[in-house]
Structures are given as C-alpha cells and as structure tokens.
C-alpha cells in the first residue's frame, strides 16, 4: 500500500528521485529531502545556503510558516546563513490544500506580503536594497540585493502572481516574468557591484535559457519570458 511505500521511502538512507503530484504521498517525504539538504550543507562547511524558491506544494500558509521556522532554527544551530525567494507554487495559489482531517481540503493560500513577513529572517534582514514596483503593482516585489564578503547577491522574484505582471485575477503561473521596471533594478544593481569589485551572483526560481534543444518545445513554461 501507499502507507507502506512511504515508511520505507523515508527509512532509505540513500539518494531518491521521486516523481509525484499525490501531495497525501509527498507528505513527511518532503521533509526527509529537506533535511537531507541541510545536513549536507553542514557536512559540506558551506557558509551560505540559497534556496530559489518552491518552499511548498502549493503555496500553503501553515507549510510555508512550518519551514521557515526548521530554515531558521537551522541558522541558528549552524551558522549557516539562508537565502530564500519564491517559486511559482508559493505565492497565491488556489491549489493549496490541506490533509489535516484525513481528506484533501482547501487551505489559505499565501499572500506576497505574507511570504515576506513569514521569510524575514531569511535573506531579507540581511538585504540592503529592495525592488519596489510602482504603486498600485506586486510584480517582483520580493526581489532583493545583499552584500557577501567579495559577492553580492541579487535574489530576483521572476513569479507571476499579480495583474500587473502577467497574472489573471492575481492567480499563480507556471511562467516566469521579468518587468522592465525589474530589470532596470537588477542592472543597476549589477553595474553598483562591478564598481565596488564584487562578483554577482543572481538568484531566481526560473530558468535564464534553456538548458537542452527541446526545452522551449516542452518545458517552455520554467523559462522566463522573453529570454
């Protein structure tokens, strides 16, 4: 059965590849691979740990609230400073969904504004510059820059989630969006890094071009507009 699947899925102490949408399945699976990263990074000694988003199935709140809580004991136990930004299931997305009586329920979704203040600590207390759109717009508002040592980091939100940005009735997309208003930031931001002697590292949820010759004929959706 699945039950029996899934208990010995997660007493594997190997690598897994698991290829699902059943989220009563991927439930408890999920935090097996997220400790996994984590522990890898401890043994690995690394400093900083980026995570390009998709924190959740899809987008919901108490999900979004129970991993930030494990990334930030995490810092707190290691040292090890994290970086979040979203991916196209965290923000707005009405396929969010709860097991907690047993059946597949409708649970609240997570707003932009709540994504950041659920993340704060997560890569935003240390940011130094803050993409704002123009009044009235969200599209990118969770994009931020932060110093390094020698890099800076510019963790981009290419997420469609809003009107403004390409969404229909500010609900979730696949694809992913770069404004013009967004760019002119990430460029400015880039040339300010160059004239301090600081390498950019960039930070994104979807792909900058494709990464094999059929990928626009078949996973067009995880390259960002226009690319």
């Known amino acids: 059965s699945k039950d029996i699947l899934k208990q010995a899925l997660k007493s594997y102490d190997g690598t897994l590849i698991?290829?699902?949408h059943d989220r009563d399945f991927l439930d408890g699976l999920v935090d097996n691979a997220l400790d996994g990263v984590l522990r890898n990074a401890v043994e690995n000694g690394e400093t900083y740990l980026l995570i390009p988003g998709d924190m959740t199935k899809d987008g919901e709140l108490e999900s979004h609230k129970a991993v930030a809580e494990k990334l930030e004991n995490f810092e707190k136990n290691t040292g090890i400073q994290v970086f979040v930004i979203p991916g196209n299931h965290d923000v707005n997305n009405s396929n969010a969904v709860t097991y907690e009586n047993g059946?597949?329920?409708?649970?609240?979704?997570t707003s932009p504004e709540q994504f950041r203040e659920i993340y704060k600590n997560l890569g935003f207390d240390l940011a130094?510059?803050?993409f704002v759109p123009a009044e009235g717009n969200k599209g990118g508002m969770l994009s931020y820059a932060v110093t390094l040592g020698g890099y800076r980091l510019i963790a981009i939100d290419s997420?469609?989630?809003s009107n403004d940005n390409g969404a229909e009735n500010n609900e979730h997309e696949t694809a992913g969006n770069?404004?013009?208003d967004l760019l002119a930031w990430i460029l400015d931001?880039?040339?300010?890094?160059e004239n301090q002697g600081l390498t950019v590292v960039g930070m994104q949820h979807h792909n900058l071009v494709p990464?094999?010759?059929?990928?626009?004929?078949?996973?067009?959706?995880?390259?960002i507009n226009d690319w």
Not at 103 to 109: G, H, I, Q
Not at 211 to 223: D, K, N, Q, S, V
Request: charged share 30%.
């Open 18 to 20: 698991i290829v699902s």
């Open 103 to 109: 059946v597949k329920e409708p649970t609240e979704k």
């Open 128 to 130: 130094d510059s803050f």
């Open 159 to 161: 997420c469609i989630y």
């Open 178 to 180: 770069i404004s013009d």
């Open 189 to 193: 931001e880039c040339e300010k890094a």
């Open 211 to 223: 990464h094999m010759e059929i990928e626009e004929a078949t996973f067009a959706p995880f390259l």
